[in-house]
């Protein structure tokens, strides 16, 4: 029995290929259905993970605004935050996307730091009442692995030009020099987040120590300081979106299943090796 499931999976292992090149044949040429075709009218994009890469969203947004059947987009987050340089890329490309059809944010789960930067020129927002919003502030760490290094016989040997090149550096502490430099980048960064998210919700860059400051809020106190709009569940975010979309039946975009699988094992698989190797690195994060 045992020697026939190994027959078995062997045969399969050896016309992988072959079984894959005839099931795509079979989708090209399978008879199409004689139902007319509907198009779509609305467009769902998620956010979920660690921001790291800003390709695949930004593939998507730019899809959406080209597509002349599209007349609406709903912006599902749920993300911690990441890298700073992808999240502002998100953040205005929703914004431009928003001048030409309406975009509604959704935050589904956790919608913090870099998430919540990719929010904020939306023309709506609404959060689950389960969700967390906020955390606008900026970080950067590295660890400190020189006595670890000097116990296992490493010394690390360079060559540089500049005084700040190995600011941020996890083989030694920091000098006071190189943490004054890397906290006038940090603040840099904190500026423009506050002033864009003021911009973008309509508050009082003044009085930012109420909705920033790395505050982590409940979705009604969210609501409370102005991050959000309305605290609901995701149908409420898509009536609204079809109504704004001037829409009288909603027809999504649907994602080829496929694909879907593929694009949700890559990205976890990216997000494992990252977070594993990320105490290692000297970061700056939303």
Partial sequence: MFKNISNTIKWIGDHFKGLLFLLILLI????????PLQH??????????????????LKEINTAKKDKHIKGVLFNINSPGGAVAPSIEISYAIRDLNKKKPVVVYASGTMASGGYYSAIFAKKIYANPGSIVGSIGVIMESANVEELMDKIGIKPQLVKQGTYKEAGTPTR????????????????????????????????????????????????????????????????????????????????????????????LTSNAVAQVRSYFYGLKSELSL
Wanted: avoid cysteine; charge should be neutral.
């Fill in 28 to 35: 090209i040429f399978m008879p199409a259905s004689k139902t």
């Fill in 173 to 264: 502490e920091w000098t006071p020099q190189e943490r004054k430099e890397l906290e006038r980048l940090t603040k840099d960064t904190y500026d423009l987040f506050i002033k864009d998210v003021a911009r973008g919700r309509g508050l009082d860059v003044k009085n930012y120590k109420t909705y920033a400051d790395a505050h982590i809020f409940s979705a009604e106190r969210a609501k409370s300081v102005g991050l959000i709009d309305e605290v609901g569940i995701k149908s409420e975010a898509q009536e609204y979106l079809k109504e704004e979309s001037n829409v009288t039946k909603a027809v999504w975009k649907k994602k080829d299943k496929f694909e879907s699988f593929i694009e949700k």
């Fill in 40 to 57: 779509a009218n609305l467009q769902e994009i998620k956010l979920t993970g660690p921001i790291m890469n800003a390709d695949k969203v």
